[in-house]
């Protein structure tokens, strides 16, 4: 039962133009959205999240928006750089209670072209 | 501040045989959560700890144990090793829990022949 899902496993997309990775959530109870990217060999790095009271936000060249009627989440990357090649996880937490766990979709490899 | 450390990056065990797996999170954070990557999973989260304390466990078999230290420091430990161990297995701290970003370490990859 896949609770995060991110549809798309890659994404390419030209340098100087906008990338828009995808997620869709199952559990209502999820109240806490996070992007990560993932280089080869490396932990995940934190990106930007957003709070469920809130349907977007801006950090740079990063904008995470959230659907909550449709549990969607997107991550806009304008404008995208060869450096932001990499893959990006998609995560959720919440429920209430001590549920703090982290639930990942299986990420997009998003690959940037010069 | 130094991030999330953990030791050692790389392993190499054999079926049958147990590990232990070391994690330091950033200072000041008392929250320590391990996750299990694998190419066909993705990232599972495994058990988080929090002063000491199990608070949340995932769906890993007995084998997988953990423990947090008053240091904050975590061990976690996978007994009687099977080939689908194999995996990079990732530890992630944050201050507090809820609403906390979680920050991850680089990894330890473990290869089980």
Known sequence: DQQVKQNSPSLSVQEGRISILNCDYTNSMFDYFLWYKKYPAEGPTFLISISSIKDKNEDGRFTVFLNKSAKHLSLHIVPSQPGDSAVYFCAASGGGGSNYKLTFGKGTLLTVNP | ?113
């Open chain 2, 1 to 113: 501040k130094a991030g999330v450390t953990q030791t050692p990056r790389y392993l190499i065990k054999t079926r049958g045989q147990q590990v232990t797996l070391s994690c330091s999170p950033i200072s000041g954070h008392r929250s320590v959560s391990w996750y299990q990557q694998t190419p066909g999973q993705g990232l599972q989260f495994l058990f988080e700890y929090f002063s000491e304390t199990q608070r949340n466990k995932g769906n890993f078999p007995g084998r997988f144990s953990g423990r947090q230290f008053s240091n904050s420091r975590s061990e976690m430990n996978v007994s009687t090793l099977e080939l689908g161990d194999s995996a990079l297995y990732l530890c992630a701290s944050s201050y507090l829990a809820g609403q906390e970003t979680q920050y991850f370490g680089p990894g330890t990859r473990l290869l089980v022949l």
